[in-house]
């Protein structure tokens, strides 16, 4: 691999996603802070339906006919979550609040993780590029970009002014670690019990964050979120069960 990196093969192939995915990760813990967990799990997976869209747009992957439809329940899926922000704020200027700072990030963080999605996927299947590498390149490009934006945004102020570590307890490494062991886990379980099973485990993640919402935060649901949820699920399992197969393959 040393023998075959270059720094413009790098640029080409790993800079764009990674700028994306990191305006895409800010975008999603923006999110974080002004909906409820299972609102913001459930409206990350519409990434799925533009995933999709650029799969077909940019590689030519189709989508076979149960696909599609499961795309469609999980737009209507995103559609009652959105009006569940509406149902559970009396106050219009909190629903504005938390649409605009909670709803659209979330949504346009599906949109750019659709996007560099398939970016990495041209790059590893068209340009024959090795993941460890475009995994390694990208991480470096995202923590240059992060690093960069500390100086325009609050944080950054609060960083410089307060440390790094402010505020942060022996819990605040729960969340950290086990989203860096959940990306390597997620790949492995893609990489060895294949994308059926990896729709399942997205699955669990949902019906547990459910489960942990009403324990730890003592927040109930509403009943356009308990009506959603059964729509993501049945979407998640039918998209990753039912794959495009093309008609030369089938015969």
């Known amino acids: 691999m040393k023998q075959e990196w270059s720094f413009m093969d790098a640029m080409r192939g790993s800079a764009l996603p990674a700028i994306i995915y990191a305006v895409q990760n800010s975008l999603v813990q923006v999110s974080y802070r002004n909906l409820d967990s299972l609102t913001a799990t ?9 995933t999709a869209f650029f799969m077909f747009l940019i590689l030519g992957q189709r989508q076979s006919r149960q696909q599609i439809g499961a795309l469609m329940l999980l737009l209507v899926a995103a559609t009652l979550l ?6 559970s704020k009396s106050n219009a ?27 990495c ?17 990208m991480s470096g490009i995202g923590s240059l970009c ?13 960083i410089r002014k307060k440390g790094f570590f402010f ?3 022996p819990l605040t490494m729960l969340p950290v670690v086990t989203n860096a062991l959940g990306g390597i886990l997620v790949g492995l379980v893609t ?19 459910a489960l942990l919402q009403v324990i730890v935060d003592g927040v109930m649901p ?6 959603a949820l059964p729509l993501v699920v049945t979407s998640t399992i039918i998209h990753q069960k039912y794959p495009y197969v093309s008609k030369k393959k089938a015969e």
Do not use: C
């Open 42 to 50: 459930m409206l990350n997976q519409t990434k799925l339906a533009f």
């Open 82 to 87: 959105s009006l569940s922000q509406k149902s």
């Open 93 to 119: 200027v909190v629903y504005e609040h938390s649409f605009i700072l909670g709803v659209i990030p979330v949504l346009v963080a599906s949109v750019l993780s659709g996007l560099a999605s398939t970016l």
């Open 121 to 137: 996927q041209w790059a590893v299947q068209v340009k024959r590029r090795s993941s460890y590498l475009m995994t390694v390149e």
């Open 146 to 158: 992060l690093f960069i934006s500390l100086s325009q945004s609050p944080d950054g102020d609060a």
């Open 167 to 169: 505020g942060w307890t």
């Open 191 to 209: 990489m060895y019990a294949g994308g059926v099973k990896k729709g399942f485990v997205i699955v669990s993640a949902l019906l547990v964050t």
């Open 222 to 227: 509403s009943w356009l979120v308990f009506a």
